[in-house]
Antibody, heavy 122, light 107 residues
Framework: EVQLLESGGGLVQPGGSLRLSCAAS????????MSWVRQAPGKGLEDVSA????????YYADSIKGRFTISRDNSRNTLYLQMNSLRAEDTAVYYC???????????????WGQGTLVTVSS | DIQMTQSPSSLSASVGDRVTITCRAS??????LNWYQHKPGKAPKVLIY???SLQGGVPSRFSGSGSGTDFTLTISSLQPEDFATYYC?????????FGQGTTLEIK
């Protein structure tokens, strides 16, 4: 059974940093692209970033470009999102999601975690 | 970015009803359209991918159709566990944008 477990969320001040982690199990992590999707309070889903199986290709939504960095450690079956220069509008539940394929040109997300809440507030 | 517009934003229905949710893309996306179900506090779940393919394990009362810019999700006979929020998503080009969601409520 595929399991994705996010961690690292919490309360941070504007301008601060956080690193989210997503521990994966139940599938061959190194063979699949992975993504981060977020949901702000009362809002819909927003595709934030994705990274291919090998880690050498990625993309970012314009809203987080230059501030967030996606990475992965295939030896630890773990996906990361380093979030810097955080803003109030980054407040959201952050989900990691497994892609159906290996590249960032995914077909769809076939498994999701339950999310971790990031709150940016002074 | 491709904009995805769902309608309605919310819908009240009864167990056993047939319901249809529509999704329109701001440009053609071929059949790169997926539907997800999301319940509060739970992980989202894919129902339909590539516009009309049913994900394994999803009940056959769920179906999808459409191509180009206009798509529909149909639930043929609502069950109590179907009350949730539904999102369409295009995977034609990055970022893979979602519709704003349709909340299905019990009448």
């Amino acid at each position: 059974e595929v399991q994705l477990l996010e961690s690292g969320g919490g309360l941070v001040q504007p301008g601060g940093s956080l690193r989210l982690s997503c521990a994966a199990s139940g599938f061959s992590f190194s063979n699949y692209a992975m993504s981060w999707v977020r949901q702000a309070p009362g809002k819909g889903l927003e595709d934030v970033s994705a990274i291919r199986d090998s880690g050498d290709d990625s993309y970012y939504a314009d809203s987080i470009k230059g501030r967030f960095t996606i990475s992965r450690d295939n030896s630890r079956n773990t996906l990361y999102l380093q979030m810097n220069s955080l803003r109030a509008e980054d407040t959201a539940v952050y989900y990691c999601a497994k892609s159906r394929g290996a590249t960032v040109n995914t077909n769809y997300f076939d498994s999701w975690g339950q999310g971790t809440l990031v709150t940016v507030s002074s | 970015d491709i904009q995805m517009t769902q309608s309605p934003s919310s819908l009240s229905a009864s167990v056993g009803d047939r319901v249809t949710i529509t999704c329109r893309a701001s440009q053609t996306i071929s059949s790169y359209l997926n539907w997800y179900q999301h319940k509060p506090g739970k992980a989202p779940k894919v129902l339909i991918y590539a516009a009309s393919s049913l994900q394994g394990g999803v009940p056959s009362r769920f179906s999808g159709s459409g191509s180009g810019t206009d798509f529909t999700l149909t639930i043929s006979s609502l069950q109590p566990e179907d009350f949730a929020t539904y999102y369409c998503q295009q995977t034609y080009s990055t970022p893979y944008t979602f519709g704003q969601g349709t909340t299905l409520e019990i009448k």
